[in-house]
Every structure is written in C-alpha cells, then in structure tokens.
C-alpha cells in the first residue's frame, strides 16, 4: 500500500513537470505587432570615461564591468521608422543614475540626488516620452554607475508604442506572472493559516516555514522579472524588495529541517546544518544592518549568499548521497523537491555570474527560472508536511485504538474494570464532591438459566446502553465485573440526583415495553462523598454498594 502510495506521489509531480514545460513553450510562442517597437541598436557613439567608440552596435558591443564612479555617454540618432501612436523611449538601466537628452534638452532623469547621497538606486525599466515626430532627432543618455561590477553589456534602447507595452509586456510574461502570482497569493494564504494553527500546535512551524518561502521566492521572482513594473515604477523599491527577499528565503528552507530526521540522523550533517543556519542568520542580520546605515548596498554582498547557497548545494547532495547509499531515505518526495531546486538553483547562480561578468548571452542581464524550480519545491514541501501530520495522527488514531482497548469493555463499550481504578484514584486526588451510583443487574442468571447466555448478554449490552444514555452527560458509566456496574458523578452539585434515577426508571419501562421479552430490572445504590468526607472513593463505591444490596433485598422481598 505504501509503495503504491509513493508511485502515485512520484507520478504526480512527473506529470506537473512535465505539463508546466509543455504550457510554458507554448504560453512563450506570441507573436507581438511589430510595428508597435522599435529597437535603437546601430548608429551609436559611446564614451565610457575616457575611451570612445563611433558607429556602435550595442547587440555586438561589449566593454570590461563598469564600477562604481564610471561614466557612460551614449548618443545616436533616432532612427526613420515611426510609431505612429504616443512614442516613447524604453531604457534599461543597473545600478546607475541616468539623464536623457533629446536635441541637447534634458527631458528626463533619475537617481542624481540618490548617488550623491550614495544611496543604493536600484535598475530597472525608464519610459520616457518623446515627441511624436522624433525621427532624425539626437538622442544622449548619460549614466553614472554607483556599484561595481554594474554591467558589461547594455540591452538595447527601445521606442515603443506607449499604448501597447504594458499589454503586450504582460503577455509575454504570463507564464512567469501567473507562478509568481501564485507562489505569493499561496505563501500569504498558508502563511495566515500556519500562524492560526502554530497556536494550538508547534508542528505547523515547518507549514509557517512553507509559507514564507514561497512568499519571498515569488517577491523576488517578480521582481527579476521586471515583473514589479506593473504595481510600482519605484526601482528603489523594486531592489529592496528583490536582494531583501533573495537573502531571506533561503533561511526559511533551513528552519524547516531544523529537527528533521533528514539532517539529525546524522550527527555531522546537523552541526554542519546549524553552522550553515547560523552563517545564513549572521549574513542576512549584517546584509539588512549595512543597507539601512548605507554602508554596504545589497548587490555588493550577493557574492556571499551565492556562496553560502553553493554550500547548501553541496552539504544536501552529500546528504543525499549518504541516505541513498544506507538506504534511509525518508521522504523520496521531498527529495525530488530539494533536488530540482537546487538544480535550477545551481544553474542560475552560474547562469547569472557567466551573464553579469561574462556577458556570455551577449544580453544586460539575466531572467530566472528559479520559479519553476520553487513551485515544484513547495509542493514537494508540502506532501512532506501532509505525510508527516498524516503519520502523527494515525500514530495518535493507533494510541487512542489502543487505549479503548485497555480502557473500554469489549462487551459494552463502557469503562472498564482497569478504568474504573483510574477514576477512583482521580477522584481522590479531587475537591469536587463527586458522587457513585452502584447498580447491579436482575434476574440475570435467571435469563441466562432459561433464555440462554445470547439472551443474558444482550440483558447486559442493553442495560449498558441505557445507563449511557442517561448519565454520560453527567459522568463516567463503567462496568465493575458480571452484572455490577458503576456510574461517577463528579460534582453532584450541578446534578438533581432524584431526577437522574426518575430518568433512568423512565428509560427501563421504555426498553421493556419496546422488548417484552428482556424484562431489564436493576437495583442500584448512592452516596456521595459529601456524606462521608473522610472516606476515599472506593469507601464512598463500597456505601452505594451496600445501599444497592439493602435495595436488592427489598425487591426482592417485595415480589415474594
């Protein structure tokens, strides 16, 4: 059954994959109305410093990574075609200020005061408008950097039809927006959730952990996607939404193992685990302090996270390896999890380091697929939650099997004799004034003499049930041995005794019209501790058991 139940979970998670592949080729395949674009790629003088360059191709050109305090100039002439409804000129800037010139007259600028103030500006889209008759017209833009290793490459400017970007932008980012969307809606939604139910129980901080993941890894996601554009323009708070996101989330996949079977089974793999948690801990707490005193931005330090993700890599393929080769792999789901984030992980750490300092693309900057890589793994987080709860309570639906069995009469469904002890000790051990009713069955033998022991057993059950009905409102019904039965009332103050037995005498003559043939009758007793106050509760049970027996032999007289 259980192997069964793995390959259903395996064959899930293949199909997904493989059904987000297949949507996101064809989601990609859009066909944009290219009159609508304009791309500014020939034609270009360029001074970085003291170097020139004339008659640039930007798609061809690449120069040594710009550092902070580099200036670059860029001037062309814009080109013949035009976009005939409300142009404007779409500009891609990293980590510097930027001023455009149009025919030598500043129509737009960015980030002067901040790089004077050497706050951190951040990089993103600029939209600026144009005339719409610009054909032939000089165009400059000039840019200051203010981190190193800014960029060795820059995306080629763009006129566009302003009435068409943010459309056609969305469409070709539907995929992306659409996991990214979901990744964040999701987090918020098991996050308030996971919160609620940590409360009550401190096993749902491996959901709360699930949840924050998938909140920070869809911020960042949309952010490097430019996805951010279409809530907020502000590139400042696109950059410390993205670094802040990037360098907090990966604490959160750490906290979720924090003892785990998958990391504690192995003693160094778990000092390795909280070294790791506590270098992560240590970076995030310096990388948010030197932010916000201005000391150190946050570009400059996402050398380190990379490293310390690269170690993450390594100290779970280890484990990995380890549990493979002993056979004590856990949870093969969350292992397939953990290993397609880390794959997409590796290969954009590489996939970015060879784009920024490389400029292996030919492309400024490089888009993530981390995203596909983090929905599978929040998913696999998931099932290994949902296995893991699951085993809980069926170890808690196993105890409580267990406990009936030891606790319940097998005949009855009432306490027991072994719980009855348990009752009397508790009681003793109370400051209610509790009360015990004896009861004892009649003419059993008699029924089982000459209506067989099929007919004195369900005399039996019958009285159970009926004793159940009555009195488990009030307290507990238990069956001492044979016909002897007992019922605890634990606070006699809030229960009309009289009013009990009343009920109880109602409910016999009820069985016995119902059941001609059954003739239930029952002699009982009760006393309370409040009558005798010194006396321990089996003292009080061994009263109403006298009171029961002189009743007993009144009936009994009564029907000789």
Same mark, same amino acid.
Request: charged share 20%; proline share 2%; hydrophobic share 45%.
């Given at each position: 059954?259980?192997?069964?139940?793995?390959?259903?979970?395996?064959?899930?998670?293949?199909?997904?994959?493989?059904?987000?592949?297949?949507?996101?080729?064809?989601?990609?395949?859009?066909?944009?109305?290219?009159?609508?674009?304009?791309?500014?790629?020939?034609?270009?003088?360029?001074?970085?410093?003291?170097?020139?360059?004339?008659?640039?191709?930007?798609?061809?050109?690449?120069?040594?990574?710009?550092?902070?305090?580099?200036?670059?100039?860029?001037?062309?002439?814009?080109?013949?075609?035009?976009?005939?409804?409300?142009?404007?000129?779409?500009?891609?800037?990293?980590?510097?200020?930027?001023?455009?010139?149009?025919?030598?007259?500043?129509?737009?600028?960015?980030?002067?005061?901040?790089?004077?103030?050497?706050?951190?500006?951040?990089?993103?889209?600029?939209?600026?408008?144009?005339?719409?008759?610009?054909?032939?017209?000089?165009?400059?833009?000039?840019?200051?950097?203010?981190?190193?290793?800014?960029?060795?490459?820059?995306?080629?400017?763009?006129?566009?039809?302003?009435?068409?970007?943010?459309?056609?932008?969305?469409?070709?980012?539907?995929?992306?927006?659409?996991?990214?969307?979901?990744?964040?809606?999701?987090?918020?939604?098991?996050?308030?959730?996971?919160? !609620?139910?940590? &409360?009550?129980?401190?096993?749902?901080?491996? $959901? *709360?952990?699930?949840?924050? =993941? #998938?909140?920070?890894?869809?911020?960042?996601?949309?952010?490097?996607?430019?996805?951010?554009?279409?809530?907020?323009?502000?590139?400042?708070?696109?950059?410390?939404?993205?670094?802040?996101?990037?360098?907090?989330?990966?604490?959160?996949?750490?906290?979720?193992?924090?003892?785990?079977?998958?990391?504690?089974?192995?003693?160094?793999?778990?000092?390795?685990?909280?070294?790791?948690?506590?270098?992560?801990?240590?970076?995030?707490?310096?990388?948010?302090?030197?932010?916000?005193?201005?000391?150190?931005?946050?570009?400059?330090?996402?050398?380190?996270?990379?490293?310390?993700?690269?170690?993450?890599?390594?100290?779970?393929?280890?484990?990995?390896?380890?549990?493979?080769?002993?056979?004590?792999?856990?949870?093969?789901?969350? !292992?397939?999890? &953990?290993?397609?984030?880390?794959?997409?992980? $590796? *290969?954009?750490?590489?996939? =970015? #380091?060879?784009?920024?300092?490389?400029?292996?693309?030919?492309?400024?900057?490089?888009?993530?697929?981390?995203?596909?890589?983090?929905?599978?793994?929040?998913?696999?987080?998931?099932?290994?939650?949902?296995?893991?709860?699951?085993?809980?309570?069926?170890?808690?639906?196993?105890?409580?099997?267990?406990?009936?069995?030891?606790?319940?009469?097998?005949?009855?469904?009432?306490?027991?004799?072994?719980?009855?002890?348990?009752?009397?000790?508790?009681?003793?051990?109370?400051?209610?004034?509790?009360?015990?009713?004896?009861?004892?069955?009649?003419?059993?033998?008699?029924?089982?003499?000459?209506?067989?022991?099929?007919?004195?057993?369900?005399?039996?059950?019958?009285?159970?049930?009926?004793?159940?009905?009555?009195?488990?409102?009030?307290?507990?019904?238990?069956?001492?041995?044979?016909?002897?039965?007992?019922?605890?009332?634990?606070?006699?103050?809030?229960?009309?005794?009289?009013?009990?037995?009343?009920?109880?005498?109602?409910?016999?003559?009820?069985?016995?019209?119902?059941?001609?043939?059954?003739?239930?009758?029952?002699?009982?007793?009760?006393?309370?501790?409040?009558?005798?106050?010194?006396?321990?509760?089996?003292?009080?049970?061994?009263?109403?058991?006298?009171?029961?027996?002189?009743?007993?032999?009144?009936?009994?007289?009564?029907?000789?």
């Amino acid at each position: 059954m259980e192997k069964k139940k793995n390959h259903t979970i395996h064959m899930f998670l293949l199909v997904f994959i493989v059904c987000l592949v297949v949507l996101s080729n064809v989601l990609s395949r859009v066909e944009l109305d290219a009159s609508n674009y304009c791309k500014i790629n020939k034609g270009w003088d360029i001074e970085i410093n003291d170097a020139a360059y004339e008659n640039v191709v930007l798609s061809e050109f690449a120069f040594s990574a710009l550092d902070r305090g580099d200036v670059l100039k860029m001037k062309c002439e814009l080109p013949k075609q035009d976009i005939v409804s409300n142009p404007i000129l779409r500009i891609y800037t990293i980590h510097s200020d930027i001023e455009v010139r149009y025919n030598n007259r500043i129509i737009y600028e960015y980030g002067k005061e901040l790089r004077e103030e050497n706050e951190l500006l951040g990089y993103g889209y600029h939209f600026v408008h144009i005339p719409a008759f610009y054909a032939g017209a000089d165009i400059e833009l000039i840019m200051h950097i203010t981190e190193d290793d800014a960029f060795i490459n820059m995306e080629i400017p763009e006129i566009c039809n302003s009435d068409a970007v943010i459309r056609d932008f969305i469409i070709i980012n539907r995929v992306p927006l659409s996991i990214n969307l979901f990744l964040v809606v999701f987090g918020i939604l098991v996050l308030f959730v996971s919160i !609620i139910f940590c &409360i009550y129980d401190k096993r749902f901080f491996k $959901l *709360f952990c699930v949840g924050c =993941f #998938s909140l920070g890894i869809g911020c960042w996601s949309i952010c490097s996607y430019d996805l951010i554009l279409l809530f907020t323009f502000d590139m400042r708070m696109k950059a410390f939404l993205e670094f802040g996101s990037l360098y907090v989330s990966p604490l959160f996949v750490l906290l979720y193992f924090w003892n785990d079977e998958l990391v504690t089974r192995h003693k160094g793999a778990y000092i390795g685990y909280k070294l790791l948690l506590a270098v992560q801990c240590v970076f995030v707490l310096m990388a948010f302090l030197l932010q916000i005193l201005n000391i150190v931005h946050f570009p400059v330090v996402l050398k380190i996270q990379h490293c310390i993700l690269l170690c993450l890599c390594i100290g779970v393929i280890v484990l990995t390896v380890i549990d493979i080769i002993k056979k004590q792999l856990r949870n093969k789901v969350l !292992i397939i999890g &953990i290993t397609v984030m880390l794959s997409v992980g $590796l *290969f954009d750490i590489i996939s =970015f #380091s060879a784009v920024k300092y490389l400029g292996a693309s030919g492309e400024a900057r490089y888009t993530s697929i981390t995203c596909i890589g983090a929905i599978i793994f929040v998913i696999s987080q998931l099932v290994d939650f949902g296995m893991e709860i699951g085993n809980i309570f069926l170890k808690g639906a196993k105890a409580q099997v267990l406990e009936q069995m030891a606790y319940i009469d097998d005949m009855t469904g009432v306490a027991n004799r072994r719980r009855c002890e348990q009752v009397w000790d508790s009681l003793d051990q109370s400051k209610e004034n509790y009360g015990i009713f004896a009861f004892d069955l009649n003419f059993l033998k008699q029924t089982n003499d000459t209506k067989g022991h099929a007919m004195g057993d369900l005399l039996i059950r019958t009285f159970a049930q009926t004793l159940s009905k009555v009195f488990d409102d009030y307290g507990v019904v238990g069956r001492i041995g044979g016909d002897e039965f007992v019922v605890f009332i634990t606070d006699v103050k809030k229960v009309d005794i009289q009013a009990l037995t009343k009920m109880l005498d109602k409910e016999i003559e009820k069985v016995n019209e119902q059941n001609p043939d059954l003739g239930l009758s029952t002699a009982y007793g009760f006393c309370s501790h409040e009558d005798y106050p010194e006396d321990d509760s089996r003292k009080i049970y061994r009263k109403a058991d006298e009171i029961m027996y002189e009743n007993k032999m009144a009936m009994k007289a009564a029907r000789d």
